[in-house]
């Protein structure tokens, strides 16, 4: 080999040497690949790139439930879009598959398979109403998914595969009959819900506490979702003069049901009557009107008007991203929780497989949620505060009680299964 040669293949061993140090300094500081190589992080199959990992949003965003299922795409939506800014999960942007339940349970449980087996979601964000969680649950478990659920809900549940970021009966139904009856000496109660499961469940609970209290159910009623026909109820409220209206209609009924009511000469504003809802939150507001549900009661974790840092700054991105006339409510801001215990789970855990993720939940705080601090149960409910919300005109609530601690999930609470 010639001297020019030898030169020659020296120069360009030297150029190698530099590109492949460059590309190995690149590959050591980008965690992903190096931190978190997708063969460890992701073992079974999961739609997880070195760069991207797939999630999937589930709620009806038509039908009668879209009333109230829209907040919390926007909610999750939101927080997915914050996190990819502030680099995404374990190094990986988050891609979003959206499907519609579109109100319909068997969609449900439809729609979440192909996310599950076709699309391979690392997890699912999604359902409202507890008759598409019970639609779901099997499926979930058929194929170790991982559902967070962001609805107040009837308890009497837990499932490996579903983190619940709503309350259950002892934090919202118990808790709000309690306020109701120690504020207000309230002895009499008519009850009043939607015809599925989460109303004549949660119902089955109150009437068990009211009775348990030594007081009376003097009605109670159930109407299809998407019913919009109160006459006659009302009328029965009218003769009856409970003390209290237990009203747990259910997304688009609220609007007919609570114009209505007011219609009827029943003023939640007035001291004759006194209503308490565990399912009306702003963004049902948004459709019947404040000044058709002023004066009405809510029993709920959340409302938009918390004056808490972390809640005036969620609020603030959250009409940043969807319009100043939007606004949130209890479900819409437990959504809002979802993708942040996700995240969470998947960077205690190192990976994004689902039973890792499932092992690492119990114990996850989340210090910045809008509603304050929260964590996650062994039980995979959570510790959360129970409120309690008057209805304004201008369609807030008013928090008029909360509780002092954090209460304690119990999903299977003692005399009322």
């Known amino acids: 080999m010639s001297a020019r040669t030898k030169r020659i293949e020296a120069t360009r061993r030297a150029r190698a040497f530099v590109i492949l140090s460059t590309l190995l300094a690149a590959f050591l500081s980008y965690p992903a690949l190096a931190a978190n190589p997708t063969s460890e992080v992701n073992t079974t199959g999961l739609a997880v790139t070195d760069d991207t990992v797939t999630v999937g949003i589930l709620h009806s965003v038509t039908g009668t439930m879209a009333i109230s299922e829209t907040g919390s795409v926007q909610a999750e939506k939101l927080a997915i879009k ?57 499926v979930f478990e058929q194929y170790d998914g991982m559902l967070y659920y962001p609805t107040f809900y009837e308890g009497l549940e837990q499932s490996p595969n579903v983190i619940y970021t709503g309350q259950e009966a002892t934090q919202q139904i ?29 119902n089955k609970i109150a009437r068990k506490h009211i009775e348990k209290l030594g007081l009376k159910v003097v009605g109670e009623e159930y109407y299809p979702l998407g019913h919009t026909q109160f006459n006659s109820v009302i009328n029965k409220i009218k003769l009856r003069k409970p003390d209290v209206i237990y009203a747990i209609v259910v997304g688009g009924s609220n609007v007919a049901f609570y114009k209505q009511l007011k219609a009827a000469g029943i003023d939640l504003a007035s001291d004759k009557w006194t209503l308490l809802t565990i399912s009306v939150t702003e963004d049902e507001i948004l459709g019947i009107g404040g000044e058709n549900i002023e004066g009405a009661y809510a029993a709920m974790k959340y409302f938009q008007s918390l004056p808490n840092p972390n809640n005036q700054a969620f609020v603030k991105a959250f009409k940043e991203m969807w319009g100043d006339e939007i606004v949130i409510g209890d479900v819409t801001q437990a959504a809002y929780l979802g993708p942040w215990l996700w995240k969470a789970a998947v960077e205690k855990a190192g990976s994004f497989d689902i039973p890792k993720i499932r092992e690492a939940s119990p114990g996850i705080e989340l210090e910045t949620a809008p509603e304050g601090y929260v964590r996650i149960h062994e039980n995979h409910h959570l510790w959360s505060k129970t409120r309690i919300g008057l209805a304004k005109e201008d369609g807030q609530y008013e928090v008029v009680y909360e509780t002092d601690e954090l209460m304690e999930p119990d999903p299977f609470p003692a005399g009322y299964q």
């Not at 680099?87 to 398979?113: H, Y």
């Not at 306020?179 to 009499?188: I, P």
């Open 82 to 138: 914050q996190i990819n800014d502030m680099g995404g999960v374990l190094g990986r942007k988050i891609e979003v598959i959206q499907e519609d339940g579109a109100s319909d349970w068997p969609t449900f449980a439809e729609k979440s398979k192909k996310l599950l087996v076709k699309d391979k979601v690392a997890a699912v964000f999604g359902c409202w109403t507890s008759a598409s969680r019970k639609a779901v649950l099997p």
């Open 174 to 202: 118990i808790a709000g009959i309690d306020w109701v009856v120690r504020e207000k000496g309230a002895k009499t109660f008519y009850l009043l819900g939607s015809d599925y499961i989460w109303p004549r469940t949660s």
